[in-house]
């Protein structure tokens, strides 16, 4: 049982599929990074320049201050026994996270398009080329049957 076990678990690993997946996850990974760095510090800045030098990733709504050891809450109206930190609504973090949603959509998007293009061009060039001659041996074997098919 363990060794089919482990010899399916061999075919699967073997396959060129969990290995195009791997590496598909790395080079995710990998674009992903550079993704970010392209918003976070190409993007973001020269935008937040033209909004009037706004940072996006600050930019937050608060809807509690913090509160410390002996201070009333506000709202429920206890005694806080703990340090609280303030309640925010972090939509500088979102903005950041949409740009970099689109940028790589976008990105994707044109990746996509030139491979298609790319194997449109290719399966033309293919069609268009003249059909390979057959091997000598293969144009012998068919002399052959084509004179024992004509001696009966």
């Known amino acids: 049982m363990a060794t089919g076990l482990i010899r399916e678990f061999r075919d699967f690993i073997v396959k060129g599929n969990a290995f195009d997946l791997a590496?598909?996850?790395i080079i995710g990974a990998a674009f992903g990074g550079?993704?970010?760095s392209l918003v976070d510090n190409v993007m973001m800045p020269p935008l937040g320049f033209l909004l009037g030098?706004?940072?996006?990733?600050?930019k937050t709504i608060q809807l509690a201050p913090a509160l410390t050891a002996g201070d009333t809450h506000p709202l429920w109206r206890y005694t806080v026994s703990k340090d609280l930190p303030a309640t925010v609504i972090s939509y500088g973090l979102f903005v950041n996270a949409?740009?970099?949603l689109l940028i790589q959509g976008f990105a994707i998007f044109v990746v996509i398009k030139a491979i298609n293009k790319?194997?449109?061009r290719f399966q033309r060039e293919e069609a268009d080329a003249p059909p390979v001659a057959p091997p000598e041996d293969i144009k012998l074997l068919g002399e052959i049957r084509d004179l024992l098919k004509n001696r009966s």
């Open 34 to 36: 550079v993704v970010k």
């Open 23 to 25: 590496v598909g996850v």
């Open 98 to 100: 949409l740009v970099s």
């Open 118 to 120: 790319a194997r449109t």
């Open 53 to 58: 030098g706004v940072d996006f990733a600050n």
